[in-house]
């Protein structure tokens, strides 16, 4: 296998205002990660999943900001991960219509959102499939499309999200299977135990859903004013509380460092007031936050150069890695150029001539591009290695227009074979399109 670093592939859905959940849960321990050594991080803002929950143009707009803004504040660095929009890649598009080709509708039928859907209309009386938009059944399909594209080894997500990677490496498999070929590495769920869900304002778990969030990003005053609203019990100043089951407790760990947790721990046995507790919970929340908001409110005012960021990752990356692999794509799956037709098709009663050298373009697992001119099963000419599957195209054209010679083309004989016998054949090839072009 080829020695590249191991590629590390998440996407964001940009839904609403991050909230601290998101950040202790998702943003902070992905930002981590990214700086590991040895990988190629991936990051993408998830706009076109977002089409299947909201219909709203403001709010995918706003909502794509805002995320875009936290990850950059929270530490993502551009210049080390691949920062970009999925909708920037539209070979994902395309890539998605080639699983959906081999996709198994029976596998989408079961995938657990499109499940719960049907299942609530059916709780409802209502038809199987009211109100689902073929967006939300498409959803695993587009989900696989992402992390294929960049042929991602690994994959860090949330529990929810485990069936849609075996679903992404289901549709890789098959793709394989029918074109004959590695085309895709099979992507890995990465699950982070470690990873603290944190509760909100209420108890409950935080999430838009309940409304009891704490933004990110609200200004200082107000985040006092949420963290001073969270529920706690009625006991007094002096009496002793429990830690079990406190989000006051929960929240502090969250921001805390085990030292500090011990001494909190510590003062709710001793029984110290709510007051003073919720004042210390915002000194630790707040040192943290801090500088990241103040680097959140620059981004957000100049949003043109958020803007920028983004699409210089997609630009660079379809550069790199989409567009090169769509073409092999395209052409293993058969969306090929027709001039490039070597099928011979023989006249009723004349026997069908022998089948003329042909030319083979295909990627090692070094990533780099190849050709190779092969008579049957013999390999008549190989070719050295080509950064870019156009290069290696270019010196295919030029030989068979006669205008390289192979003395002077980056390429040599195959094992046991003249260049004589090289030079014959490409020379009949030569004769052949010629007398194509004629007829
Ligand atoms: N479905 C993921 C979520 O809801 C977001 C997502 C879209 C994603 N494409 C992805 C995650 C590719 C990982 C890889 O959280």
């Known amino acids: 296998m080829s020695q590249r670093p191991t590629r590390v592939l998440t ?13 202790v849960g998702a943003v902070r321990p992905a930002v981590m990660a990214s700086r590991a050594p040895d990988t190629e991080s991936f990051y993408f803002l998830a706009d076109l999943h977002s089409l299947v929950n909201t219909q709203d143009p403001a709010r995918v707009q706003r909502s794509t900001l805002e995320v875009s803004a936290a990850w950059l504040a929270a530490g993502l660095d551009p210049s080390k991960v691949w920062f970009y929009r999925q909708s920037d890649v539209p070979e994902t598009n395309e890539l998605m219509w080639l699983l959906t080709c081999v996709a198994g509708k ?6 657990h959102a499109y499940k719960a859907a049907v299942d609530k209309n059916r709780a409802d009386g209502e038809d199987d499939d009211a109100a689902v938009t073929a967006g939300l059944f498409m959803y695993p399909v587009l989900m696989a499309a992402d992390i294929l594209i960049f042929n991602a080894d690994r994959v860090p997500v949330g529990r929810d999200q485990i069936q849609h ?33 944190l509760p909100g304002l ?27 609203s969270i529920l706690t019990d009625s006991r007094s100043p002096g009496e002793a509380k429990s830690t079990e089951g406190s989000a006051l407790f929960q929240l502090y760990q969250a921001f805390a460092t085990a030292d500090e947790t011990a001494g909190f721990a510590q003062a709710f046995a001793d029984g110290i007031g709510w007051g003073d507790a919720k ?25 043109g150069d958020i803007e920028d960021i983004l699409r210089d990752g997609g630009r660079l990356l379809r550069e790199r890695y989409a567009t090169p692999l769509l073409q092999q794509l395209r052409d293993a799956v058969g969306l090929r150029d027709l001039g490039a037709a070597t099928t011979v098709v023989s006249d009723a009663g004349v026997e069908a001539k022998a089948a003329p050298p042909v030319f083979k373009q295909y990627r090692e697992a070094d990533g780099r591009f190849y050709f190779k001119l092969v008579d049957g099963d013999r390999v008549l000419l190989q070719s050295t290695a ?48 010629a007398e194509k072009a004629a007829s």
Do not use: C
């Open 165 to 197: 990677i075996e679903m992404a490496r289901d549709f890789a498999q098959r793709f394989n299977h029918v074109y004959g070929g590695d085309w895709f590495t099979l992507p890995e769920a990465v699950i982070d135990d470690h990873v603290a869900t």
């Open 11 to 23: 996407g964001i859905k940009p839904s609403g205002t991050p909230h601290i959940g998101n950040y």
């Open 106 to 111: 029976g596998i989408l039928n079961r995938a």
């Open 386 to 433: 080509f950064d870019a599957p156009r290069d290696a195209g270019q010196v295919i054209a030029r030989l068979r227009r006669g205008e390289l010679a192979l003395s002077d083309a980056p390429a040599a004989p195959g094992e046991g074979v003249d260049l004589e016998t090289v030079q014959a054949a490409l020379e009949a090839l030569v004769a052949a399109d």
């Open 279 to 303: 004042q210390q919970l915002f000194d630790v929340v707040e040192r943290e936050i801090a500088p990241m908001r103040e680097r959140y409110e620059a981004l957000i005012a100049r949003p």
């Open 202 to 228: 209420d108890g409950r778990k935080m999430s838009k859903s309940y409304d009891n969030t704490i933004p990110l990003f609200v200004p200082q005053a107000q985040l006092k004013k949420l963290i001073f």
